[in-house]
């Protein structure tokens, strides 16, 4: 999946698992509408982590393939696919270019909150012609669009930057993010569709607890970055957060946004 080494989410699956928010059930309901998924077919989801997606279409397909390069991800929705008794999930160990390319036919194909880590061009190679006609892709991330992050937000990326330096770390490397939008990645494919769609806002609640665990869950918040250090970077955490929302609730107006390319 990554173009900054396989160890990217190193150490962070059972705090993805948990403090990720969930996709929301109209992001559901929208790729099932416009895709007029029936149960029948097959669905790949590419770079996908916990499964958290993957496994909210169980009932829309006839298999599904998981495919990520962490294996610490892949047990954990191994583990999660048992618990809930989905028996249609198969969880692959690999970069996305590669397993899709060994793939034979699918009917959709998602990445959510992961493109930005892969070769994107690569993955579109191996995808595009495993897809059936009628089939596609689904690109979905959070919209951050023209947001100013709130007065909680700054304090967290204040803080973050004490410890962990100013440049965003990821993998081997720090973070570049992609310089041409996806859509037009996309339209460099002979989709006869390819259309952008946000979704309502939500509010998502966040805690303490689950701001430090949503940190802990990313690439360049692990808790191996902090070291000695990581009992002093919690403790002023939590502090900090304390004296903005004394209450411990901090209020986030989420909203989503797909890619739907239609083949």
């Not at 007029?36 to 790949?44: A, C, N, S």
């Not at 279409?57 to 618990?83: K, N």
């Not at 996305?96 to 930005?116: G, M, N, P, Y």
Request: glycine share 8%.
């Amino acid at each position: 999946m990554s173009l900054y080494g396989d160890d990217l989410f190193k150490g962070t699956a059972s705090y993805y698992a948990q403090y990720r928010p969930a996709y929301p059930s109209s992001l559901i309901r929208f790729i099932v509408d416009f895709f007029r998924l029936d149960g029948q077919g097959r669905m790949v989801d590419l770079g996908c982590g916990t499964g958290q997606l993957a496994m909210r279409f169980s009932d829309w397909f006839e298999e599904i393939i998981g495919v990520d390069p962490e294996e610490e991800m892949l047990m954990l929705a191994r583990r999660l696919s048992d618990i809930n008794r989905l028996t249609n999930m198969n969880w692959i160990h690999g970069r996305a270019e590669e397993k899709a390319a060994e793939q034979s036919s699918f009917r959709l194909v998602t990445i959510a909150k992961a493109f930005h880590w892969m070769d994107r061009e690569a993955v579109l190679n191996a995808v595009y012609p495993r897809l059936e006609e009628g089939g596609g892709i689904v690109i979905t991330d959070n919209d951050q669009q023209d947001k100013e992050p709130l007065v909680w937000q700054q304090r967290v990326d204040e803080i973050m930057k004490a410890y962990l330096g100013p440049q965003r770390r990821a993998g081997q490397g720090t973070y570049t993010p992609p310089k041409e939008k996806y859509e037009d990645t996309i339209s460099k494919f002979p989709f006869r569709s390819v259309k952008k769609h946000t979704l309502p806002e939500y509010t998502h609640n966040w805690t303490i607890e689950s701001i430090l665990g949503n940190i802990y869950s990313t690439s360049y918040g692990a808790r191996h970055f902090f070291g000695e250090r990581i009992e002093q970077f919690e403790a002023e955490m939590r502090s900090a957060l304390h004296e903005i929302h004394p209450e411990g609730i901090f209020a986030e107006q989420i909203s989503v946004q797909t890619i739907v390319a239609l083949k």
